[in-house]
Every structure is written in C-alpha cells, then in structure tokens.
C-alpha cells in the first residue's frame, strides 16, 4: 500500500512538472493563440496580456512612425476621450497601457462592432482565429516603437485588442529582436483596410 502510495505521489508530481514546463513554454512562445511572437504574421494574445508585457524603456521615446491616414474615418465609432474617457474605454486603456505605456502613444481608439470586422480598421490578414466572432472588439493603435520585455523585441505601431475583456497585443508593423537586430516584416493583408478609427480626442 505504502509503494502505491509512493508511485501515485511520483506519477502526480511528475504531471505537474509536465504542466510547468508546459506553461512556461506557452509564455515563451507569446500567447495561448498561437500569438505574437507577431513577427512574421500578426497574430495576437488575445487572452493573455501578461505573455507581451511591453517596457518603456529608451527605445519608445523613437520618432514616431504612424501620422495622419488619408482613409476615412469610421463615424459611426464614438471617438474616445484622453482626459475623460467612459468607464469601459478607460478599462481598455489601463489595460493596453499596462502601466508601461505613456498614454500620449495612443494614435487612434474605438469600439468595433464584430471582430470580423477588424480588417476593414487595421492590417490583418483575415485568417486570425480570434476575429471569426460576432463579439464586439476595442481596438486600441500606438505610435512609435513599443519594446516588448518578454519577447525580447520592439514592435512598431503594435495595436492592442481587447475582445471579452481580454487584452492582447498585435505587432503590425515592423519587429525588431533586440538581440540579433533582426527586422521581421509581418505579412501584408489580401486586402488593406479601407477605413479609419478616430483619433484619441482631448
């Protein structure tokens, strides 16, 4: 009875040394999505904030990159307030700034109706799995050049989703390792977006 004991307590024990490296390998690889590690693809960790904790550090006071678009602004999304933003929007900017982000690196913010959508307002390729939902979907784009501590890179012009109050980052831009300075450029939409959000209003 005693060896059984032993043998069960060995068996469980090595399950959960199974399960460590298992989640330890699931932050190492940026997300439960399959997620950013948003080099090559844009894909994000919706779902899993902590995975890209992105450090301001200084490669984020960089000129910034994004500027004025010249498509058109969705009118129907609500612009978002810097200085008094709703209970909901200023939970989706806590939540994308993460206590590392200066908020004046937000370029454009709004609620998009269903993640589907989300292609016609930034450089996705469509095939993501976390935008095949009718959820409604915040969507948060930063100027500049964003590192990003665990992944050991910087990402310029990354966007933030928040979809069922789950944030995640998205590198849309380029990404660079801060380690070998390689440059990744992530894959360019089948269809560019045709719309804008509106800009971060006072």
Known sequence: MVRGIVESRRIIAGLALLGLLGALLWAASEGPLGGPRTSPTPTPTVGASSTATPTVGASVTATPTAGPTSLPVDQAIAPVSRSSPNPEAAEVIRLCLNETI?????????????????????PLTGREPWIKTDEPAWVVQFRGEIPMLLSGEVWTDP????????????????????????????????????????????
């Open 159 to 202: 966007i933030c989703l928040v979809i069922g109050g789950e944030p995640g980052y998205v590198g849309t831009g380029p990404v660079r390792n801060l380690t070998t300075g390689a440059l990744h450029t992530p894959e360019p939409p089948a269809s560019p977006p045709d719309r804008a959000l509106p800009t971060l209003a006072p």
């Open 102 to 122: 200066p908020i004046e690196r937000i370029e454009r913010m709004g609620l998009v109706p269903s993640a589907r959508d989300l292609p016609r307002y930034v």
